[in-house]
């Protein structure tokens, strides 16, 4: 594979492969001493640290070569000067020389041209060069592909000048390896790509390489030598989603080492890019021009982050002062922060944008070592100090055994906030303090007050643009203004004041192949999050979103100056008429508005358009220059002659010169626009550059709208204006979040967009940095674009035409978009399988498949080639195979009706397909098969993120078990369904409460990265050792890189959905502008799995819209050995696309839970197993022309892909789709389809040990019990034990305390992870993360070592994520519980001594009882259950509980208090706590401080379900019925 | 968009038909006025639909979900628009349509369907109540002339869009009257024609220029048109009718229905005709031959006469009460349909075939022989039946 290599150690892009998508996630930790005493014990504690933590990393296709790992630790003085005296050079003390570790080209040549560029760069810089010292490595300790990208490792001593001090020798340091980097990259030595500083430091070494953990010792033998000895030693251990070698992209970097990712990052790195001209520091002078790029290219999210660290760090900023900067906490949502720190986070916000993704970073710079976390704390971090001063930090509990008497305390990383070791102080510096310290550098309150403006402080504009009711109507259609953008989008954000939601996916040409003309942001696609980071809940998690922005002109950031903070502050982007009057009249210190026009003569077309674009470029480029600081780009004066700009192109246009010109930092660009009217144009615009929107044709139609009082109860424009911009600002919180970040700031520019059919020339001159992989239409069509809705607009209205275009995107209209799904299509198909008809259903497909006269989806435009040897159809595999590669769609019940349902899933077991519960759970009575021999059960169990009704007995009973990571419709999203369709039924299958509201969150909270989904996998298929694992991603760019990482993750199948499917119900802006169809997902993703040899270790299946034989055949030939449908089906059963499945009205009976509704119901089973029999017997057809015999031979066979000739389309003729049909250059053996199991490591569970030991019980019920140690390796303890038990009692389980066992050490991840009724687990020690994940009826118990000292209840003891979706059972934690305790607990009762953020998140059902400290934002999204938590700080009702949507009452009613006591007597008897004893001391004075927390939705159901029985016999919940005991 | 529930709230009512000892003693349109409140109910059913399949049934492609929703809304006016963006005469169709958007409403799939021609025709019925149609001519003129042959309801709605296009219209008419089919074709009862006049008087109004008695080609030389205007559109209509070619067919008294309707239509009208051409059912003994919509009109009309007695034949089976199984939805369905006239009175025959006619010596028709014959395509005689 050396030909791939490029400077990164990864493949060029090629296909649809591009490396910039690559993503890792990891396990990290350091070891250090407080008081700074060097030894070489922490050397090998550090090794030891990584070596239990290989679990998090991974391996590709070569089992020995991992990911990469490293250490980082002090200058081994001791070590360097013995050695360096053998090599006949002698070192100076300490800190008066430094050290470089150096990658350099294995051949000598190339090596020795290297090195002699840094020598010369480090005597230029008036350094001495000591000596070089051959790094001894031992390349048979590491794997195959690591040894044939190693590179040679060299180590260069320098000298430092006497008369500099330390800090300016580390600046020199920096200096020289900025410019070797940059010379040796831009020289012509060959094998340059090898040269890298993993470190040159006077303080720090970095030992890193692409290697397993354990085998780093054995490679850098020094690091196992007694005399290389360090205060410190921080480590990293990656997970990769790639399995390129890569030595360079191996952490720790020379400060900091990452876990997570940087969502921002494009942004962030573009911003940096763009402030180089204004740096400034007096501690470079000239030489800061050598620091450039500042951002290396090509570099990891970390390596970039670490270059920026580099920079703050060297020009001044201590690092935790960098640290905070970068990654701020979230303030602006937090009213409760001391003034002094909310001014410095608000002052170092308006200097620059932070880097905003889920990260848990340690950092170091040899004297200080720390971590810290982002806002969310999505990832684990814990530590524990022990009592002779050592620190052990690392992404789990127990990663190095220490004994429990020498604890001192115990603790985790908290979102926001920074642990830190001062190892020259010689203490931990608590985060309070370190802020405080911050905050009191400067008086940022005071320059924030005296330099940072507001709107409300402008005076009010003497005039305004009014509304011109006569006009508008033409001004509408010049902006290509639909019917239905006005009652679809604008009226209904006016009225609700929120997004408006759709269903049944969308089904319309992509812009590039439409007639319409279409507005340029139809063009983009936003990304979003899937398993390499979390989305965010902006609703339940608000606190840590911000739509604050800063707009003025950028300073230089290596200052700290009041002029620094010197900004206008918009509270959100959106401007009114009479805030934007008020910019562009401002006059407040430097800030000075222009307008400048972006019109274009219409009738000149492209050349009009090109030349307006270039003038509008140029005034903008003299506007800087002349000292304009807003610079407003405005569309307002449209007319006959004149056209607006696309204001996206506009914007990109000007954005594009300044950033050449560098002066974009020194304005900030706004948009006066008729255009955006919808979230994703907004969200464009902003991720474009933008620093604010003025929608005045949007804010004009509302008016027009309201005086013509089409707007619901005489609402005033005012209100609707104000409405339609919670709205939009609401739906932009939406879409920052899908993709994981956080704030407005972080976005702006970040770019997070795919462009879809947008030519390679427009995309580089005006959105450089975006992908376009399918070229496109150019500024050609654009123009054209804009003509025809200008011609539309100014020519004579007459009766012929509606006011405005009928548009037909979201709802069918005979003349306007095409859909695929039209009133021809569906009653063919509905005709052809009710009558079995195959010539009416061959009618179908043909109006599907010839697109040629509507171009709708890329695969209109492939062409199956025709094979030169046809086999005969009767040699071809019989249609009855082929049908058992297809899965229906994962359709909840609950969005569908049981009677669909289950149709569903009896067609599908009849014919050896598989359905797909939904994320709803399933009915027991479903599992056992009906008298007629049918069986209702679904093959595919789903596991998404809200958990609903996934018990043991539900993962046992399934062939394949999915983890929805993401859905075409709504990729990043959660869901919410309603109270009201929560009925009886849908509450018992998801364990909750009839009448209350049940959320999905937007992320799997046990999936915030790579190396967590293979943990999930680890999970389920421990309880279900037989299901196959499948992992559903939706198409996006970068969909490859991950399929790579869920085949490294161990999935068994991938699920590569495209965006136009999706059955349910979603805010419109999703459905059509998320995801990328799966034709560009699926060839990705084949690509990248055959170019890391992994595609043949997992099943492809793709899914998004399929509807005939055709696309069956193009994706199996693009890589694709499974299909899913789901649209299609429903409309074989009677589906018509009515389109209102959110409203629980379909009037055939399939999207409702209306019983009269449902009664409608006409769907058989024989309708679907027609349609697919259909599906399969044109399968067969296109088998034999194509010449293949077995399904199989046909997978992955692109080679038979065309594209389709003669395709003369106005837009779609510059669509070039080889890319997609590209076909990386491999040798024959690497399989193209899955030919071989995963290994999931399941031989060495402790599990076999457990269930071994459990016979007795598992046979005959006799009650068993069991002792082991456990260590934090052990994960998913007690999982396969409880599948065990499932599959012979069910959901009974067995009689409670059957299989008792005991534990003594740190337990892994998921201890007790759907644990099943019958199994107590007691475990003495602590537990990491996901700690009764699940929990189906066990129970656990957790209590420190009775030998500690330290106090329980304020240490640490389990993990993040705990009781996540558990249904019932019961747990006791004898300490503290880390972030989300019991988040969407809908069934288990707990006692816990202190929680972290957002306990009892989503809870809707259970009970919870929490005796201490919490974190904030307790009870978010609770509909269900109840918590108690004792107050004892006295600040839960203010600054701890989120109250939308729970009540604090306090515990006094005779039950509630009985119903506590008995809880923590409970919690007493089986875990011994002090504190538990202390409260029971002193009940009667502690009760008062008791809060009850009791959610509005459950208290107002409970007063009508006493009166009726909710619950069937049989099912029992726990927790409802205390509660019915409770109120009796 | 739409009351989401409102088709699981409230069932299908139409306007309700006069009664027939009524209506069968004059002229006048058969059906009630629906009122407003019950209107905007029925508006209120419409499941504004993804696919909405009645837009497609629809041979004009209607708006329909999008009026509906506007006369739920109680917003007359923009119904009016939309309406009329797609048809220029929807007080015609709203009357005398078959109305397949309705056999193709997705609530008809389970329910009884949206009442969209009634919808249809009050919305434009409200517009003329109001004066909100009035005249629209255009801005300016292209200065280009159009000649339209036939005024037939295409002529006239191209007239209609061409002059409002700026272009000078002329429509020819061979018959005295503007109207075509619609005039002459439609009974009164179905459709009054002071309903087509008021449309002309507003095409006449915005310009276009009508000219009867004017046979192009016969009484107007073509190349009169050829050089007047730049274009001519031929809008003649198909006269041909379908004749029955059995023995006896030349005796008196066998009729076609487009000699017999247009005589009932003009005495309407107030003219006086030539009584030794009157073609008149009072006191007769009447059979009409052919058993859809023609036949209908033609039933109305003789019931109007005053018969002895009216049979009506028809050659295929008896269509199934409810849609048959071979015209699925949304397909147009085949079933028995029972219009204004069906009530009226007469005796619905189906399945025979007439084979001749006999007549008495005076040349005048007496008998109608036929056979009852089975389905078709080949109409097979039924055993034991003769004529």
């Known amino acids: 594979m050396q030909h791939w290599k490029t400077s990164n150690g990864l493949p060029p892009p090629q296909g649809l492969y591009d490396p910039t998508h690559e993503h890792d996630a990891c396990g990290i930790g350091f070891v250090a001493s407080i008081r700074g005493e060097k030894s070489h014990k922490i050397i090998e504690q550090g090794i030891q640290v990584l070596i239990n933590l290989t679990h998090r990393g991974a391996c590709g296709c070569d089992p020995e070569t991992g990911d990469g790992a490293g250490v980082l630790i002090q200058i081994p003085h001791k070590f360097f000067a013995r050695e360096c005296e053998a090599l006949g050079f002698s070192l100076p003390q300490p800190g008066e020389y430094a050290v470089g570790m150096t990658f350099l080209p294995v051949e000598k040549h190339p090596r020795l041209n290297c090195e002699g560029v840094l020598e010369r760069i480090v005597r230029e810089e008036g350094l001495s060069v000591l000596g070089w010292r051959d790094t001894p490595v031992n390349g048979d300790a590491i794997g195959r592909v690591g040894r044939a990208s190693q590179p040679y490792i060299q180590q260069i001593f320098l000298g430092r000048p006497a008369e500099m001090d330390e800090d300016a020798f580390e600046r020199k340091l920096y200096i020289v390896r900025k410019r070797a980097e940059k010379e040796v990259a831009e020289s012509e030595i060959e094998d340059k790509e090898f040269f890298y500083v993993p ?14 953990a354990p085998q780093i010792a054995n490679f850098y033998g020094e690091l196992s030598d007694p005399d290389a000895e360090s205060a410190l030693c921080l480590v990293h251990q990656r997970f990769s989603t790639n399995t390129f070698p890569s030595w360079k992209l191996a952490h720790p970097y020379r400060y900091v080492a990452h876990n997570g990712e940087i969502n921002t990052l494009k942004g962030n790195v573009a911003w940096m890019h763009a402030r180089q ?21 090509a570099g990891s999210d970390s390596a970039s982050f670490d270059n920026a660290v580099e920079l703050l760090f060297q020009s001044g900023r201590s690092l935790p002062h960098v640290m905070s900067m970068l990654i701020p906490e979230a303030w602006a949502g937090n009213p409760h922060m001391k003034p002094e720190k909310r001014a410095f986070y608000e002052y170092h916000c308006s200097l620059m944008e932070p880097w905003d993704g889920p990260a848990a970073i340690t950092f170091t710079d040899g004297r200080v070592i720390g971590a810290t976390l982002d806002r969310n704390g999505l990832r684990p971090g814990r530590y524990v100090v022990t009592d002779d001063d050592l620190v052990v930090m690392a992404s789990e509990a127990g990663v190095l055994s220490v004994p429990p008497e020498k604890i001192k305390s115990k603790g985790r990383l908290q979102p926001g906030k920074m642990f830190l070791v001062d190892t020259v102080e010689g203490r931990i510096i608590a985060d309070k303090e370190i802020k405080k310290r911050l905050s009191s550098r400067q008086p940022y309150a005071e320059w924030l007050k005296e330099n940072q403006i507001t709107l409300d402080q402008l005076p009010e504009p003497t005039r305004m643009h009014a509304a011109d009711h006569a006009t508008i109507l033409s001004r509408q259609r010049a902006f290509g203004y639909t019917d239905e953008d006005l009652k679809m989008i604008i009226e209904p954000m006016a009225t609700k004041g929120e997004e408006p939601v759709g269903s049944m996916g969308t089904d319309t040409p992509l812009a590039c192949l439409s007639d319409k003309p279409q507005p340029l942001f139809n063009y983009f696609k936003q990304l979003f999050a899937q398993v390499t980071n979390p989305p965010i809940d902006p609703i339940r998690e608000e606190m840590v979103m911000s739509l604050i922005s800063y707009i003025g002109t950028e300073r230089n950031i290596l200052d700290e100056t009041p002029e620094n903070c010197h900004t206008l502050k918009l509270p959100h982007p959106i401007l009114t008429n009479r805030d934007l009057e008020k910019l562009r009249r401002v006059s407040r210190g430097d800030l000075l508005a222009i307008t400048l026009p972006a019109l274009f003569r219409a009738a000149d077309g492209e050349a009009g358009l090109r030349s307006a674009l270039d003038e509008l470029s140029k005034r903008a480029s003299l506007a800087v220059k002349s000292g304009y600081t807003l610079l407003i780009l405005s569309d307002r004066g449209v007319d006959k002659d004149y056209a607006p700009i696309p204001s996206l192109l506009a914007l990109a246009a000007v954005h594009n010169l300044l950033v050449r010109e560098e002066t974009r930092t020194l304005v900030a660009l706004i948009i006066e626009s008729g255009e955006p009217r919808e979230v994703m144009h907004f969200a464009l615009l902003i991720g474009y550059g933008a620093s604010a929107i003025n929608p005045y044709l949007a804010i004009e ?19 609707a204006i104000k409405h339609f911009i919670k709205a939009v600002n609401k739906g932009l919180l939406k879409t920052f979040s899908k993709m994981g970040i956080s704030t407005l700031q972080s976005y702006r520019g970040a770019q997070v967009f795919e462009a879809i059919g947008l030519n390679k020339d427009l995309v580089n001159t005006y959105f450089s940095g975006t992908t376009s992989r399918i070229g496109g239409v150019g500024l050609n069509v654009l123009a054209r674009e804009a003509q025809l809705k200008h011609e539309f607009a100014f020519r004579a209205v007459t009766d012929a035409d509606t006011e405005l275009a009928v548009g037909g995107s979201y709802h069918f209209r005979v003349n306007g978009e095409y859909h695929l799904l039209n009133p021809l299509t569906i009653s063919k198909l509905q005709h052809s399988v009710r009558e079995q008809n195959f010539k009416t259903f061959q009618e179908y497909t043909e109006l599907i498949d010839s697109q040629s006269q509507n171009l709708a989806t890329l695969r209109s435009l492939i062409k199956i080639k025709k094979a030169r040897k046809p086999v005969a159809i009767e040699q071809v595999e019989p249609a009855k195979e082929i049908v058992k590669r297809f899965t229906t769609g994962a359709m909840s019940f609950g969005s569908i009706s049981k009677e669909a349902h289950e149709t569903l899933a009896i067609a599908m077991n009849r014919i050896g397909g598989k359905s797909n519960t939904g994320e709803g759970g399933e009915d027991e009575e479903r599992y056992q098969k009906d008298a007629n021999g049918d069986w209702r059960r679904s093959a595919i169990k789903q596991v998404a993120s809200a958990r609903f009704g996934v018990t043991t007995n539900y993962l046992v009973n399934a062939d394949e078990l999915q983890i929805k990571m993401a859905q075409g419709a709504k990729p990043g999203e959660g869901g919410q369904l309603p109270g009201h369709k929560v009925d009886e039924i849908i509450a018992r299958l998801r364990h909750s409460i009839p009448g209350v509201g049940l959320i999905s969150p937007p992320p799997h909270h046990d999936i915030y990265s790579i190396e967590d989904l293979a943990q999930l996998i680890y999970d389920l298929k421990n309880t279900n050792p037989q299901a196959r694992i499948s992992v559903k991603l939706v198409s996006e760019i970068g969909v490859g890189t991950v399929a790579a990482g869920v085949a490294k993750a161990h999935a068994d199948v991938v699920l590569i959905s495209g965006d136009s499917g999706g059955t349910g119900a979603s805010p419109l802006s999703s459905i059509k502008h998320a995801g990328i169809p799966w034709e560009l997902g699926l060839a990705e993703t084949q690509q990248v799995l055959l170019m890391n040899d992994l595609r043949s270790r997992i099943r492809v299946q793709t899914d998004g819209k399929l509807q005939t034989g055709r696309d069956v055949v193009i994706a199996a030939l693009l890589g694709a050995e499974e299909f899913g449908f789901a649209t299609t089906p429903l409309v074989a059963m009677g589906c018509i696309m009515l389109r209102k499945c959110h409203l629980n009205t379909c009037s055939v009976g399939i999207a409702t839970q209306d019983p009269e509704l449902r009664k409608k119901f006409a769907g058989k089973p024989e309708h679907v197993i027609n349609y697919f029999f259909f599906i399969a017997e044109q399968v067969r057809q296109y088998m034999a022309d194509l010449g293949f015999r077995r399904f199989d031979e046909m997978v992955g066979r692109v080679d038979m892909l065309d594209v389709q000739p003669a395709i003369d389309h106005w837009k779609a003729r510059g669509v070039d789709l ?8 491999l ?15 399941l031989a060495n569970a402790l599990d076999h040990q457990l269930i071994a030991r459990a016979t007795a019980a598992l046979e005959n019920r006799e009650p068993v019990e069991m002792n082991f140690p456990i260590r934090n390796v052990h994960r998913t303890v007690g999982a396969m034990l409880s599948g065990e038990i499932a599959r012979r009692y069910g959901s009974d389980g067995l009689p409670d305390d059957t299989i008792r066992i005991n534990f003594e050490g740190s337990a892994g991840q998921s201890f007790g992870a759907f644990l099943a009724k019958g199994v107590t687990l007691t475990l003495e ?32 003891l389990i993990g993040n994520v705990s009781l996540y979706g558990a249904t019932s059972g019961e747990a006791f934690f004898n300490g503290m519980a880390g972030e989300r305790f019991a988040v969407r607990n809908s069934g288990a009762t707990a006692v816990v001594e202190g929680v972290g953020d957002h306990g009892c998140e989503y809870m809707t059902n259970g009970l919870v009882v929490v005796l201490g400290a919490c974190g904030r934002n307790f009870a978010a999204g609770m509909s269900g259950g109840i918590a108690y938590v004792f107050d004892e700080r006295g600040d839960f009702t203010e600054e701890r509980c989120n109250l939308a949507s729970v009540d604090l009452e306090p515990v006094i009613e005779p039950r509630d208090v009985e119903l506590v006591h008995g809880l923590v007597s409970r919690h007493f008897e089986l875990t011994g706590s002090k504190r538990a004893k202390c409260i029971l001391d002193t009940w009667a004075d502690i ?21 009726r029985q909710p619950y069937v016999p049989g099912q029992p919940l726990p927790v409802p019925e205390l509660v019915e005991a409770l109120h009796g | 968009m739409g009351k989401a529930s409102g088709f699981m709230e409230h069932s299908r009512e139409t306007a309700t038909r006069r009664p027939v000892t009524e209506r069968v003693n004059d002229w006048f349109e058969i059906y009630q006025d629906f009122p407003e409140e019950k209107l905007r109910t029925q508006g209120a059913r419409c499941m504004d639909c993804g696919v909405p399949f009645c837009h497609t049934g629809c041979p004009v492609n209607n708006l329909i979900p999008d009026w509906n929703d506007l006369v739920y809304h109680g917003r007359w006016k923009e119904a009016l628009r939309q309406l009329h963006s797609t048809n220029n005469f929807p007080e015609f169709t709203g009357r005398i349509c078959p109305a397949p958007c309705e056999a193709a409403c997705v609530l008809g799939i389970n329910e009884p369907a949206v009442t969209i021609k009634q919808i249809e025709k009050s919305i434009v019925e409200r517009g003329w109540g109001e004066g909100l149609i009035r005249p629209e001519p255009p801005k300016f003129r292209s200065g280009k002339k159009v000649a339209i042959v036939g005024s037939g309801p295409a002529g006239l709605a191209a007239a209609q869009q061409l002059n409002r296009a700026g272009h000078w219209v002329t429509v020819y008419e061979k018959a005295d009257r503007i109207g075509g089919l619609l005039r002459y074709g439609i009974p009164e009862f179905k459709m009054e024609k002071r309903i087509v006049d008021r449309r002309l008087e507003q095409m006449e109004a915005e310009g276009v220029k009508f000219v009867t008695n004017a046979h192009v080609g016969h009484s107007i030389p073509v190349e009169d048109l050829q050089r007047e205007f730049d274009a001519i559109l031929l809008a003649g209509g198909a006269e041909a009718p379908r004749d029955l070619n059995v023995p006896g067919r030349e005796l008196r008294g066998l009729h076609f229905a487009m000699d017999f309707l247009p005589q009932a239509n003009k005495r309407c009208q107030g003219d006086m005709l030539d009584s030794s ?78 084979t001749k006619f006999t007549g008495d010596a005076n040349g005048n028709v007496k008998q109608l022989h036929g056979i009852k014959v089975g389905p078709p395509p080949k109409f097979e005689p039924r055993e034991g039946t003769s004529s």
């Open chain 1, 199 to 212: 470190s040159l430091s006077a303080r720090t070494i970095v030992y890193k390489g692409l290697l397993l």
């Open chain 1, 277 to 297: 001209s204004i740096l400034a520091s007096p501690l470079f002078g000239d030489d800061i021009k050598n620091l450039f790029p500042i951002v290396e290219p």
């Open chain 1, 701 to 719: 139609t509302l008016e027009d709208l309201a005086a013509r009082s089409y707007l619901p109860g005489q609402m005033t424009p005012d209100v």
């Open chain 1, 1218 to 1225: 080889s890319a997609i049909l590209y076909n990386p250059p």
């Open chain 1, 1227 to 1241: 040798p024959g053996r690497v399989a193209r389809h899955c030919v071989q199991a995963q290994d999931h490591g």
């Open chain 1, 1325 to 1356: 020690g602590d537990a990491n993360d996901y700690a009764g994940k699940g929990l189906s009826g066990g129970k656990i118990v957790v209590y420190p070592p009775k030998q500690s000292h330290f106090a329980a209840e304020e240490n640490i």
């Open chain 1, 1487 to 1507: 009760l008062p401080r008791f809060i009850k927390i009791f959610p509005h939705e459950f208290k107002r159901v409970l007063g009508v379900s006493r009166t």
């Open chain 2, 277 to 354: 051409l009157d073609i008149l059912a009072t006191g007769k003994s009447v059979i009409i031959i052919g058993g859809g919509d023609t036949g209908a009109d033609c039933l109305g009309t003789v019931h109007r006469q005053r018969p002895i007695s009216v049979h009506q034949f028809e050659i295929m089976p008896m269509p199934p009460a409810e849609r048959a199984s071979q015209t699925p939805w949304p397909l147009w369905p085949m079933q028995l349909r029972v219009e204004g006239a069906h009530e009226e009175g007469g005796i619905r025959e189906w399945g025979v075939a007439t």
